[in-house]
């Protein structure tokens, strides 16, 4: 019998998508609860069980964020950042593109974690 061993909860979860626009959004980890805020709307708190965080982490693999490119330099503008970090494996990465199917689908997962939360670039 093999053993699959999937990361559950996040060591760091950072995310900012649209930074700069009115729409940006912001996400972080912290003590057990994953916070949202969505442009000028209130910070909203969630929970995902288990099951939800071995889907989102399933989705960054299939999106390969691990190998996405590092940190934009800092006088280029950027449209997102991410910071995550499984224990296992963790990437912190910037930049200015949002039209990958990779991205699309961090997103998408992303959005499953965040029921009601409004980020930009969802489809």
């Known amino acids: 019998m093999t053993l699959s061993i999937e990361p559950a909860e996040p060591v760091t979860v950072e995310v900012a998508l649209g930074c700069g626009t009115p729409r940006t959004a912001t996400v972080h980890w912290e003590e057990g609860t994953l916070y949202a805020r969505a442009g000028s709307e209130p910070q909203l708190a969630f929970q995902p069980s288990l099951e939800a965080w ?5 989705a960054a693999d299939k999106a390969n964020v691990w190998n996405w490119d590092r940190m934009q330099q800092a006088d280029q503008p950027v449209l997102w950042r991410i910071a995550l970090d ?6 912190t990465a910037s930049g200015q593109s949002s039209a990958t199917d990779e991205f699309k689908t961090f997103v998408r ?3 499953k974690l965040l029921p009601g939360v409004s980020l930009p670039f969802s489809t």
């Open 54 to 58: 071995k889907r989102f982490w399933r």
């Open 86 to 91: 499984t224990g296992a494996k963790h990437v």
């Open 109 to 111: 997962a992303l959005k």
